[in-house]
């Protein structure tokens, strides 16, 4: 059976510090990934998502990044935080060519950016 | 932006209570579905209704889509405790099959009393 696993679950960091939050799928090749961000309460934004090593889309523009090393591996990653980048953010996958397959989530990072 | 936007914000029913969550959305869809988020957690889908279709029902849950209306409805019925969670609808939009990916919208956080 298919797993996804996004770590660290938690992370306190200073603004203008770095970071790295890794995403791993088991058990399915060539999956479609995803980072969603997700406010306080809010609903969810669609940060990035690929659809194969190396193509990375971008949603909306910040001072965040995406790279996808391997075939089921995702990282989100930012080189200065902000505090604005504090949130809930999760990483998802998703098989074929139709975008309206069923998306599969992980149990998501908290990041508070202080 | 969110295409989908759920309707109420939040509810609070009795268990055994039915608990009804209507989301509407702008643009034209090749399906829609809906998924559940417990506090602090990923979100699990729950089921998917393609445009073609009026209702669906899976167990307790029952979706209809009207797409004349550019709307859809979750009920759920006799309620349990353990069904409090937030519930989002996502949307896929026609056109948009380079995309691959779902729009949210921004929940519906159910309570259901014991």
């Known amino acids: 059976s298919q797993t996804i696993h996004q770590w660290p679950a938690t992370l306190v960091q200073p603004v203008g510090s770095p970071l790295s939050l890794e995403c791993t799928v088991e058990?399915?090749?060539?999956?479609?990934l995803y980072w969603y961000r997700q406010a306080a309460g809010r609903g969810l934004q669609l940060l990035f998502y690929?659809?194969?090593?190396?193509?990375i889309s971008s949603e909306v523009p910040q001072n965040l990044s995406a790279s996808r090393p391997q075939d089921r591996q995702f990282i989100l990653s930012s080189k200065k935080l902000l505090l604005s980048d504090s949130g809930f953010y999760l990483c998802?996958?998703?098989?074929?060519?139709?975008?309206?397959?069923?998306?599969?989530f992980g149990e998501g990072s908290w990041l508070t950016v202080v | 932006s969110q295409q989908g936007e759920e309707d109420p914000q939040a509810l609070s029913i009795q268990e055994g209570e039915n608990a009804t969550m209507n989301c509407s959305y702008k643009?034209?869809?090749?399906?829609l579905q809906w998924y559940r988020q417990n506090s602090g957690r990923g979100l699990v889908h729950l089921i998917l209704?393609?445009?073609?279709?009026r209702e669906k029902h899976s167990g307790r849950l029952r979706v209809t889509l009207d797409t004349s209306k550019k709307s859809s409805s979750l009920l759920i019925t006799a309620s349990r405790a353990a069904d409090t969670a937030s519930y989002f609808c996502?949307?896929?939009?026609?056109?948009?099959?380079?995309?691959?990916?779902?729009?949210f919208g921004s929940g519906t956080r159910l309570q259901v009393q014991p």
């Open positions: 996502a949307t896929d939009e026609v056109g948009d099959t380079g995309r691959r990916a779902l729009t």
């Open positions: 209704i393609r445009s073609n279709e």
């Open positions: 998802a996958w998703s098989v074929g060519s139709s975008s309206g397959n069923t998306i599969y």
């Open positions: 058990g399915t090749s060539n999956p479609n």
């Open positions: 643009t034209s869809i090749n399906n």
């Open positions: 690929s659809v194969g090593i190396g193509q």
